[in-house]
């Protein structure tokens, strides 16, 4: 149990477009989902936590309009890069907060694979 | 406020010798604790964790971590690797609202034959 998945995996844009991320937790619901940001041999910088039915809650630094999150779902959370550029290039990974005991989980987060954006 | 330090970026060791990676924090309240391997282009994989209760916490794939808290180290050991043990591993601290992570900046384990 608790499993964490993204798609895509991988992504191509060209800079100026827009390209969305999502992130679902397969056998759980997840109230609370967080976004991080990992640069090429980095930890993962916190970017966000996204909340179901409210807004998400930036991390300083972090522009909310240009990375746009939305919790829809108790099993779904996206992120959207928003005018990418080639500096918004990195790995994006999801995690997720299983309530206490799913997967036999307390108090961990669960991880999804990644996904490595490359803006040209 | 918490913080993480990871002194090694970089750790080679050979195969089957012994490894200790150091993780050492920083809270002014109690905190949960946490390691994690990245392979490479994957996620984080959870490894171990400490939550209370004995010092010594046995993870997967033969690792293990001690809690100093006199010391506020956490530091992981094997005591003998493979090469397959070659990834990315951080450590962790959330407070005991079980929310935000906050990551140490990654050693990076490299085993040789």
Redesign the interface.
Same mark, same amino acid.
């Given at each position: 149990g608790a499993v964490?998945s993204?798609h895509p995996s991988r992504v191509i844009c060209k800079s100026g477009t827009s390209v969305k991320i999502e992130c679902r937790s397969l056998d759980f619901q997840a109230t609370?989902m967080?976004w991080y940001r990992q640069f090429p041999?980095?930890?993962?910088m916190?970017m966000a936590?996204s909340n179901e039915g409210s807004k998400a809650t930036y991390e300083q630094g972090v522009e909310k309009d240009k990375f746009l999150i939305n919790h829809a779902s108790l099993t779904l959370s996206t992120l959207t890069v928003t005018s990418a550029h080639p500096e918004d290039s990195s790995?994006y990974?999801c995690?997720a907060?299983p309530p206490a005991g799913v997967g036999g989980a307390?108090?961990?987060?669960?991880? +999804?694979? +990644?996904t490595?954006l490359t803006v040209t | 406020a918490q913080s993480v330090t990871q002194l090694d970026s970089q750790v080679p060791v050979f195969e089957e010798a012994p490894v200790e990676l150091r993780c050492n924090y920083s809270s002014s309240v109690s905190v /949960?604790l @946490?390691w /994690?391997v990245q392979y490479p282009?994957?996620?984080?994989?959870?490894l171990l &964790?400490y939550?209370s209760g004995s010092t010594l916490v046995k993870g997967i794939n033969g690792f293990e971590a001690e809690f100093n808290k006199s010391q506020t180290s956490f530091h992981l050991r094997k005591p003998s690797v493979h090469i397959s043990d070659t990834a990315e591993y @951080?450590c962790a601290v959330?407070d005991?609202e079980? /929310? &935000? /992570?906050i @990551?140490?900046?990654?050693t990076?384990l490299k085993v040789l034959a």
């Open positions: 964490v993204q609370t967080f041999k980095k930890s993962l916190l936590t790995f990974i995690s907060d307390y108090y961990e987060q669960y991880f +999804g694979p +990644g490595r | /949960y @946490f /994690y282009n994957q996620g984080l994989q959870l &964790k939550l @951080f959330s005991m079980g /929310y &935000k /992570y @990551f140490g900046t990654g990076r």
